[in-house]
């Protein structure tokens, strides 16, 4: 806890000086507090951001990244497209700036994501390929990637996004040529690199208990009756005002520590229609005080993790364009209402 607040006061000054500010400061609001790692810790939770290589060269960014969490998530960096650009070819640049961030700080690793259908690269997309091919070429990436960062990280989002909204598999790549089994493999092949990883599948829209989650439920089942190493459920959690908040997440966080399994809110934020106002910034602060308070009343579930800390890097805004303000901070780094809710959450006045 310690070494979160001296560092905390590192990024204080950072944040000062980056602004020019002598009066009013971002930072200010929170440089005699504890740090959110710090009150997630007391709880045995951790709480953590999701980040991205290019707004690493944003230093008050950064001072903050490295002192208000203690897990971090590559946004993007450990993504096929990146980590395997050509067959066979690994570049690891872009996630091990992440991993080394991440030891520097003294954070913990959620590694994201082996098996997607977004962001793959061009040679991987543009042909088609037999069972025998793809299993193959699957089973080399998993090997390879979870191996080269085995020892650096504390779970991987194994399968990302499998299942549609009403339940039913998600017709990618990866199911169309393989059939649902690809999901037991990919978790095996994971585990047969990194035996200490948390193994988790990663969706969103599955907060509430709903077909989608329902999915999710059984396909958990049926994977611990065989052995498979699934150890987690992510829920991403990209809520929004105008679509009602989630009121069975603590229900269905409990039913999947039933089956044993941990569980943790993985991308979260809460995005509005723009402009944001006092009305709109009061009930997205419930909200994430609601949600840091149903992950702290089911035991396994393990943490929480912000998609970026600050609207100022969010990918709201670039993919629903008129919505926004989604994170704890504003593009100024200046926390709004959620922030102390999520502090309220965790038992501070
Ligand atoms: O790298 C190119 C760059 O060369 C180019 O100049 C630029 C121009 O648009 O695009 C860059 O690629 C962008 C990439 O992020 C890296 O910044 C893509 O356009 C953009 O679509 C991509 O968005 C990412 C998105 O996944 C893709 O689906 C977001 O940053 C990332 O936060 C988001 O994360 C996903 C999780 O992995 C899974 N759950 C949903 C979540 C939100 O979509």
């Not at 290019?54 to 497209?81: C, H, Q, R």
């Not at 066979?88 to 997607?116: C, K, N, P, Y």
């Not at 409990?254 to 723009?274: C, I, K, N, Q, Y």
Request: hydrophobic content about 40%; some cysteine.
């Amino acid at each position: 806890m310690r070494k979160h607040r001296l560092r905390l006061v590192v990024a204080v000054a950072a944040v000062l000086v980056a602004a020019g500010a002598g009066t009013a400061s971002p930072a200010q609001a929170h440089d005699t507090q504890s740090t959110l790692a710090d009150l997630a810790e007391r709880h045995g939770r951790y709480f953590g951001s999701a980040t991205d290589n290019p707004e690493l060269t944003d230093t008050a960014y950064t001072a903050v990244l490295g002192s208000e969490f203690d897990m971090i998530t590559p946004g993007n960096g450990m993504k096929w497209y990146a980590s395997e650009p050509e067959p066979g070819v690994f570049d690891w640049s872009a996630g091990d700036e992440i991993a080394d961030l991440a030891r520097r700080d003294h954070q913990r690793l959620r590694a994201h994501t082996l098996v997607w259908h977004n962001q793959l690269p061009g040679w991987l997309t543009d042909r088609e390929w037999t069972a025998d091919e793809l299993r193959a070429v699957l089973k080399r990436h998993i090997l390879t990637e979870v191996r080269h960062y085995r020892g650096k990280v504390y779970s991987w989002d194994v399968v990302n996004e499998a299942f549609n909204e009403d339940g039913t598999y998600r017709e990618t790549l990866w199911y169309k040529t393989l059939g649902p089994g690809y999901i037991a493999d990919a978790l095996r092949w994971a585990h047969q690199a990194d035996p200490h990883a948390k193994l988790y599948l990663n969706d969103y829209n599955i907060e509430a208990v709903g077909p989608k989650s329902d999915a999710y439920y059984r396909l958990a089942q049926d994977l611990r009756a065989q052995g498979v190493p699934l150890h987690g459920i992510g829920l991403q959690a990209h809520l929004a005002l105008q679509y009602g908040y989630p009121a069975t997440l603590e229900d269905n966080l409990r039913r999947f520590s039933r089956l044993g399994l941990d569980t943790a809110l993985t991308e979260v934020d809460v995005r509005m229609p723009l402009p944001a106002d006092a009305e709109k910034l009061a009930e997205q602060a419930d909200w994430y005080r609601d949600l840091t308070a149903a992950c702290l009343a089911v035991r396994r579930c393990v943490g929480i993790t912000v998609w970026d800390w600050t609207d100022k890097y969010s990918w709201i805004p670039a993919f629903f364009p008129g919505e926004g303000a989604a994170l704890p901070w504003d593009e100024e780094f200046r926390p709004k209402p959620a922030y102390a809710a999520i502090r309220q959450a965790f038992g501070e006045r």
